[in-house]
């Protein structure tokens, strides 16, 4: 079979299939860290397992198959024990040792981890631990010699992604809630919560822990990806936005330190060496904060001034403020804040903001695929990413450095390019007594944002590399989302899974 190729686009490297006979419910590429082996492990929901290991002439064949107890939801490989784990809709994990040519497995251990399905897992080498989180909200510690659980904790949501610092023993758990919680690890055996990062405003369907810049990344049902400076400590967050689909995949291309986000059937490059500025907290006002206009629900002020005013209000997406319509008629591009396409900003912003500000760092490259993308990994000076299709297959594809370096089209193009489908859904549906009265939500973009208020009060965001000193915690402002959740605690939603 000729594999196609494309000097604009993503080159498909390989094409594994013909042995699942029901969808793919997970999969993983990897490797040995001195490269001698590679391989690809599939799961599926016929509760099928296969291990596709690349031979010397560069083809994939199935050196393994499994049945399984139950379909698999996610799938990791421990290197140091030479192992796999296999998370499961039933809540259980089982774990299985390869054999030294990784034709072989047998089965090491199967413990039970949650009610239900098992979200995400990721493993500590060298604490000899394995963290899971499920939907039963909760979040566990578990032997990866015994299977022993060591430690479990509660948290909001329906777990949906897990990442993790082996430097700082700190995991970032996603929740169905749009709320990341962050964990520090205590000697094996307890959870110490540090903080709740909110700014989605639904579930999380994508997280990426970047050791290299101390950045965690985060994608919501919002299309919203947040990058979260954890390392600095300041609690500092930078939005990308302009994606029109929900986010499956995250990946990180230290070559050119470029974000990849996946958005169905287009790859964003979003390049974060350039300065970016973090997105302000919105303010919340009874008046206009420039001219002082009554907002629509100010009827007290309108009643002491004899007027009537029917001022909606509408916030500055560069300083936050809460302001009318007559002081931001001006729409300008805030590529520094995530803004690709032009956004409302006050009658004084406008005077402040630069070329530089307005300078685009985001592409969008076209896919020509009919599956969503389900996740990347970087592979040397290649990043790569893979699809599952219709037909129970799997497809391999490598991003040339070519592309990720070719000017690409802007978001701007990317939107108009998919607007006849956006515009498939009603404007009426998408209406609230809130909206309609003037409530917080602006009228003029997806602008589901940040504001003052807080029911959880103000969290801590943790130093990485500290220790539990005083000095090492820096309060900051809650990131807390005013706008009503998308069935946070839903137990048949599937907020993490790629694969549908």
Same mark, same amino acid.
């Given at each position: 079979?000729?594999?196609?190729?494309?000097?604009?686009?993503? =080159?498909?490297?390989?094409?594994?299939?013909?042995?699942?006979?029901?969808?793919?419910?997970?999969?993983?590429?990897?490797?040995?860290?001195?490269?001698?082996?590679?391989?690809?492990?599939?799961?599926? $929901?016929?509760?099928?397992?296969?291990?596709?290991?690349?031979?010397?002439?560069? %083809?994939?064949?199935?050196?393994?198959?499994?049945?399984?107890?139950?379909?698999?939801?996610?799938?990791?490989?421990?290197?140091?024990?030479?192992?796999?784990?296999?998370?499961?809709?039933?809540?259980?994990?089982?774990?299985?040792?390869?054999?030294?040519?990784?034709?072989?497995?047998?089965?090491?251990?199967?413990?039970?981890?949650?009610?239900?399905?098992?979200?995400?897992?990721?493993?500590? =080498?060298?604490?000899?631990?394995?963290?899971?989180?499920?939907?039963?909200?909760?979040?566990?510690?578990?032997?990866?010699?015994?299977?022993?659980?060591?430690?479990?904790?509660?948290?909001?949501?329906?777990?949906?992604?897990?990442?993790?610092?082996?430097?700082?023993?700190?995991?970032?758990?996603?929740?169905?809630?749009?709320?990341?919680?962050?964990?520090?690890?205590?000697?094996?055996?307890?959870?110490?919560?540090?903080?709740?990062?909110?700014?989605?405003?639904?579930?999380?369907?994508?997280?990426?822990?970047?050791?290299?810049?101390?950045?965690?990344?985060?994608?919501?049902?919002?299309?919203?990806?947040?990058?979260?400076?954890?390392?600095?400590?300041?609690?500092?967050?930078?939005?990308?936005?302009?994606?029109?689909?929900?986010? /499956?995949?995250?990946?990180?291309?230290?070559?050119?330190?470029?974000?990849?986000?996946?958005?169905?059937?287009?790859?964003?490059?979003?390049?974060?060496?350039?300065?970016?500025?973090?997105?302000?907290?919105? !303010? $919340?006002?009874?008046?206009?904060?420039?001219?002082?206009?009554?907002?629509?629900?100010?009827?007290?002020?309108?009643?002491?001034?004899?007027?009537? %005013?029917?001022? *909606?209000?509408?916030?500055?997406?560069?300083?936050?403020?809460?302001?009318?319509?007559?002081?931001? /008629?001006? *729409?300008?591009?805030?590529?520094?804040?995530?803004?690709?396409?032009?956004?409302?900003?006050?009658?004084?912003?406008?005077?402040?903001?630069?070329?530089?500000? *307005?300078?685009?760092?985001?592409?969008?490259?076209?896919?020509?695929?009919?599956?969503?993308?389900?996740?990347?990994?970087?592979?040397?000076? !290649?990043?790569?990413?893979?699809?599952?299709?219709?037909?129970?297959?799997? /497809?391999?594809?490598?991003?040339?450095?070519?592309?990720?370096?070719?000017?690409?089209?802007?978001?701007?193009?990317? *939107?108009?390019?998919?607007?006849?489908?956006?515009?498939?859904?009603?404007?009426?549906?998408?209406?609230?007594?809130?909206?309609?009265?003037?409530?917080?939500?602006?009228?003029?973009?997806?602008?589901?944002?940040?504001?003052?208020?807080?029911?959880?009060?103000?969290?801590?965001?943790?130093?990485?590399?500290?220790?539990?000193?005083? $000095?090492? !915690?820096?309060?900051?402002?809650?990131?807390?989302?005013?706008? $009503?959740?998308?069935?946070?605690?839903?137990?048949?939603?599937?907020?993490?899974?790629?694969?549908?």
């Amino acid at each position: 079979m000729a594999l196609e190729t494309g000097k604009t686009g993503p =080159t498909l490297l390989k094409v594994l299939g013909g042995h699942h006979r029901e969808n793919l419910s997970a999969m993983l590429y990897f490797g040995k860290s001195d490269g001698s082996e590679h391989a690809m492990l599939t799961a599926g $929901e016929d509760r099928s397992m296969l291990l596709w290991l690349m031979r010397d002439n560069g %083809e994939y064949w199935p050196s393994v198959h499994k049945e399984l107890g139950s379909p698999g939801t996610v799938l990791n490989y421990i290197e140091a024990n030479n192992r796999i784990a296999v998370g499961m809709v039933n809540g259980v994990i089982t774990v299985y040792n390869l054999s030294e040519d990784w034709n072989g497995v047998s089965l090491q251990k199967s413990f039970k981890a949650h009610d239900g399905r098992v979200a995400d897992m990721v493993t500590d =080498t060298e604490l000899g631990i394995i963290l899971t989180c499920g939907r039963d909200k909760k979040v566990a510690i578990f032997s990866s010699d015994t299977g022993a659980s060591l430690a479990s904790h509660s948290i909001s949501g329906a777990g949906t992604q897990i990442q993790y610092s082996p430097a700082a023993k700190i995991c970032f758990v996603g929740d169905s809630g749009g709320n990341i919680h962050m964990l520090k690890i205590v000697d094996k055996s307890s959870f110490k919560e540090i903080a709740v990062l909110q700014g989605h405003r639904g579930g999380i369907t994508a997280m990426l822990w970047e050791p290299s810049t101390e950045h965690l990344f985060s994608a919501g049902q919002d299309k919203l990806v947040i990058a979260w400076d954890i390392g600095a400590a300041k609690g500092e967050r930078f939005e990308m936005r302009g994606m029109r689909n929900k986010v /499956k995949a995250l990946g990180f291309d230290k070559h050119s330190d470029q974000l990849l986000v996946s958005d169905e059937k287009f790859i964003f490059c979003w390049d974060m060496t350039k300065g970016r500025k973090p997105n302000p907290i919105w !303010k $919340e006002s009874d008046e206009c904060q420039l001219c002082k206009a009554a907002f629509l629900w100010n009827v007290s002020k309108m009643w002491d001034e004899k007027k009537v %005013e029917m001022n *909606r209000q509408h916030h500055c997406r560069a300083c936050g403020k809460a302001i009318c319509e007559a002081c931001s /008629k001006d *729409r300008t591009l805030l590529a520094t804040m995530g803004h690709e396409t032009k956004v409302r900003v006050c009658s004084v912003c406008i005077k402040k903001v630069t070329d530089a500000e *307005r300078c685009r760092r985001a592409k969008a490259i076209e896919c020509y695929s009919k599956a969503h993308i389900c996740d990347f990994y970087m592979t040397g000076s !290649k990043p790569m990413y893979v699809i599952a299709t219709p037909d129970h297959s799997v /497809k391999m594809y490598s991003i040339q450095a070519e592309v990720l370096d070719a000017k690409g089209m802007n978001i701007e193009q990317y *939107r108009e390019k998919t607007s006849i489908a956006a515009q498939a859904t009603s404007v009426f549906g998408n209406m609230s007594l809130s909206s309609l009265m003037g409530g917080n939500k602006d009228d003029d973009d997806e602008d589901i944002h940040a504001t003052e208020e807080s029911p959880q009060g103000k969290p801590l965001v943790y130093k990485l590399g500290g220790d539990d000193d005083e $000095e090492d !915690k820096k309060p900051v402002t809650s990131l807390y989302m005013s706008t $009503e959740q998308e069935d946070p605690d839903d137990p048949d939603a599937d907020y993490s899974s790629p694969f549908q």
